[in-house]
């Protein structure tokens, strides 16, 4: 159990390096830059777009060199992410813009290795059989760090910029890379590289699943923040901490639950709950029912996640665990990368209550697909 303990440390303070900037960029993109809706979703979708190309590298990384060497790697990237960024604050419009996107792309590939390299880090220190505790961890660690960062990058901005939110999301990977180098290493026992076409047939039901219902978190992530400008309301930036603390809580008391009742189980009944929080958000007429709504949100889809990835490595062998966990991952980069410029689009043509109607289509997409899912044995 340590060794999950160190793996999620790693994690969160890893992570702080994607959810401060999801905390501090929309402002700063909305109101000091003046782009457009659809430009913020590129901008944040980037970084999910760079994070799926670079998992199969990611996850051969993990398989041949050790998964403590991705992970340290994903943590010196992260750091260079927070350095390139900061460039926006300092630079002419147009050139801050070009530092801000290399930015973004350098996050996408730190955070591909992190993550990856994490996941198979930990299911090796501890075992297959702990795989659904290694992924509730971690991922509990993950958005751990977005609640986190929502009140982090909102103080950090308003007393010191920008660059004062920005600092942290260096320096905290900084400290994750530190105690990297003290946990023990897994033995290396890939010696051939797999080619991606060959590992997505045998996580690609899963991996939808995850897809769709990773919508859900991206349009919080995205517009949240202006869905409560644009009604009026006070308090967005403790959307996040709500989603997050509400996501941590379904990971403290159900994480043994996946390993205990199995993937398909587990995925319908918190893909449910998460259905109904998006309802409430598209629906709601108070920031009120907007928090219960991202409450319920994050609790929901706080599980979806290992549910369906317990089912996608289980029968994987062990030399190709990276490859497949940065496949089955790579689906959750998809949605976020694919999210974010459509749910711009449908905010410029809808209204920003309507993203959590679309949110509330795709949830019902995953429980559909884990209804018809058959769990391994």
Known sequence: ??????????????????????????????????????????????????????????????????????????????????????????????????????????????????????????????GPTNAGRVMA?????????????????????????????????????????????????????????????????????????????????????????LLFKEKGWENAHWVMTIFGTAYVLARVFFAQSVDKYGGRKIALLFSAVAILGQYLLWQADSSSVAFVGAALTGFGYSLVFPAFGVEAVKNIAPQFRGVALGAYVAFFDLALGVTGPLAGLVANHFGYAAVYAFGMITCGISFFIALNLKERK
Request: proline share 4%.
């Open 137 to 225: 961890w971690s991922g509990m660690a993950m958005y751990g760090a977005i609640a986190i960062s929502a009140p982090l990058g909102y103080l950090a901005v308003k007393d010191f910029g920008f660059q004062g939110g920005m600092f942290f999301a260096i320096l905290l990977p900084f400290i994750a890379g530190i105690i990297s180098y003290f946990v023990p290493s897994t033995p290396v026992i890939g010696t051939m590289r797999i080619p991606f076409y060959q590992v997505i047939p045998r996580v690609w039901k899963q991996g939808t699943g995850l897809f769709f219902a990773a919508v859900c978190f991206a349009g919080i992530a995205g517009f949240s923040t």
């Open 1 to 126: 159990m340590k060794y999950i303990l160190f793996i999620a440390m790693i994690v969160l303070l890893g992570f702080f390096s994607v959810g401060i900037p999801i905390a501090i960029l929309p402002g700063l993109i909305k109101g000091v830059l003046g782009l457009s809706d659809v430009w913020l979703g590129v901008i944040l979708g980037i970084q999910s777009l760079v994070t799926l190309m670079s998992r199969h590298h990611s996850g051969t990384i993990s398989d041949l060199k050790g998964p403590k060497v991705a992970v340290i790697r994903g943590t010196f990237f992260a750091m260079l992410s927070g350095f390139v960024t900061i460039g926006v604050v300092f630079l002419n419009h147009n050139l801050g813009i070009v530092s801000l996107l290399i930015g973004r792309i350098i996050l996408g590939y730190s955070e591909s290795l992190l993550i990856t390299g994490a996941l198979s880090w930990g299911v090796g220190l501890v």
